[in-house]
């Protein structure tokens, strides 16, 4: 018994080249195949018969043929044209068909834009690997790559120039990697490698990482713009067992050379980076740190601590800079080096400075009025155009005089826009707010922008002042920023002051503000207040409330 021609799923039909197709249809072409079928045998058992009494009536004059039997020919020949017919078209549709599906299948597994493979396909990909790889005992090496900065140069040139740099991307990296490799990309900026290496091959691993940090390093064109590209990259290695499968290490690698990749950011960028067991760690203790913090802002945990601001000529209190402070219940007074960063990276620290502004301008209602207060602005909020709107609105609702409030701007903030950091340097100058450029001396400000940019004070780094007694480069340094500062008649503040040699160094280069750990520790808005009463330089009563008992452990 032959094959059936045509296969039943109760909604598809598997024709005869092993295609399915819609049920409708699948029963039309039966009916053609079908016709055809019957026309062939039709067209068998009568053609003989009226062809020869055709041929006699012809020939010899002898006869006729039977007409009904012409006729039934002559159907019979229309049928078999269009029975070829169907079936010439349904072998196009089946080959079409066939394109179409795996133009489909090329689509869904591979990146539009550069042509790797996409994140659906890598795990199969790279599992793939890890078994041809356990065949002979050989290991993989998944790289992870991610382009340093790429968002601010993609802003810089276009979309269209950054897409181009991505195809260029792709591009250089296929032609570092060795054979039995592949080469995905997760979207934006990120790419994977992966390559099956002998057990040992560390070294050669690490070459190939070099290698494509080379290649991206040269300079990308597109068009009249020009480019420039490193990568940061994390390694992973691994092989298959008797424990996890295939699948299982894929994920694992993936995993882990994502950590190694974030790894190699953190230590400068434009470097390779190999995971490591301690990472695992790290990354949980990163967790719990943004959940922290998420959670710490909805309970009030961050808190503003002050450090005094002395006029060294006299002595006296002018004033005092505010410094953030997390007050956790579970690892006690954080640093803000610890929290600040992870608060920027997450997308809060507008939220968190603005709560803290707010705390700080209602405790220093309460001070003399010739006290002010100073604050820091991280590099987020100079992005935001309505930064100084909101913070003109904070002032207003603690009805805080604004000629009392002093904002410090890093000096490398002003690299991030220097049109949006001028524009909001005006807005608040016109409200009577100061601007201070602060840790002068550790990026790189030129005279042109102290000149052009109308701030009000330029506050020397700690790491020059606290080292000033000791370092006869540290001394260089503060005197000739001491002479700009008059030159430009801009008064100076002086950090980290920690001893009466600091002190006495600094004061045989001028009159400055100073502040540092000579004065004091940073100390909560209550102890502030009480050592302000007994100097008589409150205005306010001693709140009823103490502040928040909190462990005696501490986050440096």
Known sequence: MGKPIMADDGQHRTDAAGEKVPLKRAERDLVALGILVAAIF??????????????????????SPDVLLTNALILNIALLIFGWRRYAELQTEITQRRKAEENATRLACTDALTGCLNRRSLDDAIAKLVDDAAQNGDEVAVLMIDLDKFKRSNDLLGHKAGDAVL???????????????IVARLGGDEFICAAIFT???????????????????????SGVLRAEVTASIGIAVGSSGAVHSAAHVAQDL????????????????????????????????????????????????????????????????TGFEMLARWLSPRHGIVSPDVFIPVAEEIGLIAD?????????????????????????????????????????????????????????????????????????????????????????????????????????????????????????????????????????????????????EVLSALRRFGKFKGQGYLYGQPASAAEVRRNLAEQGLLIGPLPDSAAPEIPSTRIA
């Not at 290698?211 to 064109?221: K, M, Q, T, V, W």
Request: glycine share 6%; aromatic share 8%.
């Open 167 to 181: 195809v260029e991307t792709a591009r250089r990296i296929e032609t570092q990697m060795p054979a039995r490799s």
């Open 254 to 317: 993936l995993h882990r050379a994502d950590l190694a990749m974030y790894q190699a950011k953190r230590r400068g960028r434009n470097r390779f980076a190999w995971f490591e067991p301690s990472m695992e760690k790290e990354l949980r203790f990163r967790s719990e740190l943004e959940q922290g913090i998420r959670d710490g802002l909805k309970r009030g945990e961050f808190v503003p601590y002050y450090e005094k601001q002395i006029d060294l000529e006299t002595g006296e209190i």
């Open 42 to 63: 039709l067209f068998i058992g009568t053609g003989s018969t009226v062809l020869t009494g055709i041929a006699r009536s012809w020939i010899y004059g002898v006869g």
């Open 352 to 500: 968190l400075s603005e709560a803290l502004i707010t705390l700080a301008l209602t405790d220093a209602r309460a001070w003399d009025p010739r006290l002010t207060l100073s604050v820091n602005i991280s590099p987020v909020q100079l992005r935001d155009p309505w930064f100084a709107q909101r913070l003109l609105k904070m002032l207003v609702a603690a009805n805080f005089p604004p000629t009392r409030l002093e904002i410090e701007i890093t000096e490398t903030c002003l690299h991030e826009n220097i049109a949006v950091v001028r524009s909001l340097i005006t807005s608040l100058k016109n409200q009577g707010i100061r601007i201070s450029l602060d840790d002068f001396g550790t990026g790189y400000s030129s005279l042109a922008q102290l000149r052009t940019l109308p701030f009000d004070r330029i506050k020397i780094d700690r790491s020059f002042v606290s080292t000033l007694a000791r370092s006869a480069d540290s001394a260089s340094i503060v005197e000739a920023i001491s002479s700009l500062g008059r030159g430009m008649a801009l008064p100076i503040t002086a950090e980290g002051i920690e001893s009466t």
């Open 199 to 221: 057990p040992g091959g560390e070294s050669a691993i690490e070459r190939l990482a070099v290698r494509i940090n080379d290649a991206l390093a040269e300079p990308i064109f």
